[in-house]
């Protein structure tokens, strides 16, 4: 029996009752017509909270569960997703791994663990463009090495998958010394945009580490975080350095330790990075930098201190790096910053 709930002007619709909870309130699913419909939890149908799993169900941010049978693809991946493996990948990465998951159970979750084979996968794959297939790709290797390791499949069907050759990305600009004096040029002291600047110049923090930066961060005279990227561990002088470090004297006569973050909004809040990195390559436009960003002083940074002769080793406790051949990649454009300034 479909059920309408009036509370004042307030009209819920889509509502179907069927049966009760143990506490005496009725059951009640978000049911569109031709939907599945979509349960809504053991409230009072007058609470704000009730209202508020309404509104939620009715904007698709409820998903139904759908019954997972054993030995599927979609119990395999059900299984990942909840393994420690998953679980201690960084937020961006199990972000993606969750909506490519999403992606796959939709397509092939009926079908089962031991009868998927390498061409299923090769098929699966080729609906899509070099780098958007290679970022599937690392998922189903994931799921191979996962299945196989919990004794689902005996063979890795994602092991001779070979990924596409892509075409070689350019990355982020660097930026050179004469890049900072222009942005310092035209963003005084005491403007959040000259904060964030100096907070990436002496940390060479990502825009997404930066905004989480505050005075908890500072031990004694160094800055230390930890990548969400990787989880690595990054450190940088804040009062003594060393020469090929090339220190500006600014962060410490602008740099508020009274807040969470050092970087918030108007409110004392911390800004978001996603936010902050379009603000940011906004800042950068209104000083002349049309074609810099966030990024760029990473690379840029990372070049200066190859330059001035730092060691790989010193340069991955900076960057947060775990390989050289990532520190020797992000370094490789000192000689065209050289090039520029001369």
Not at 140 to 152: E, Y
Not at 235 to 245: A, G
Not at 246 to 260: A, F, I, V
């Amino acid at each position: 029996m479909r059920r309408i709930i009036r509370n004042g002007p307030i009209r819920l619709k889509h509502l179907n009752a069927s049966g009760k909870w143990p506490s005496g309130n009725a059951r009640y699913y978000y049911r569109p017509k031709g939907q599945k419909g979509i349960p809504l939890p053991d409230l009072d149908p007058q609470s704000d909270a009730f209202k508020e799993a309404y509104v939620a169900a009715a904007r698709g941010e409820i998903e139904t569960k759908e019954r997972v049978i054993s030995g599927t693809i979609a119990a395999g991946i059900n299984a990942y997703l909840s393994s420690d493996i998953h679980k201690s990948k960084a937020d961006s990465t199990r972000a993606l791994e969750r909506r490519f998951s999403k992606e796959i159970v939709q397509r092939y979750g009926a079908g089962t663990m031991t009868t998927l084979k390498t061409q299923h996968i090769r098929i699966a794959l080729s609906k899509f463009e070099a780098h958007p297939a290679n970022n599937r790709l690392r998922l189903w290797r994931a799921l191979g090495r996962f299945w196989v390791d919990r004794g689902f499949i005996e063979n890795d069907p994602a092991r001779d998958v070979r990924s596409r050759q892509t075409p070689k990305a350019t990355g982020a600009t660097p930026w050179t010394r004469e890049d900072f004096k222009t942005f310092r040029a035209f963003w005084d002291l005491g403007t959040p945009q000259r904060l964030a600047f100096e907070l990436m110049y002496q940390t060479c923090a990502a825009v997404v580490d930066m905004v989480q930066l505050g005075p908890h961060n500072i031990k004694g005279d160094w800055i230390i975080y930890y990548r969400q990227k990787t989880a690595a561990a990054a450190v940088s002088p804040l009062d003594k350095h060393p020469e090929w470090f090339e220190p500006h004297e600014s962060l410490r006569r602008c740099l508020q330790t009274n807040n969470q973050t050092f970087l918030t909004k108007r409110d004392g809040q911390p800004r978001s990075h996603k936010s902050t990195a379009s603000w940011f390559s906004l800042a950068c436009k209104e000083a002349g930098l049309e074609d810099r960003s966030s990024h760029g002083i990473r690379k840029g940074r990372a070049a200066m201190f190859k330059e001035n002769g730092a060691s790989p080793e010193k340069r991955m406790a900076i960057l947060g790096h775990e390989t050289e051949k990532e520190t020797h990649g992000y370094s490789k454009s000192a000689d065209l910053i050289l090039t520029v300034e001369s």
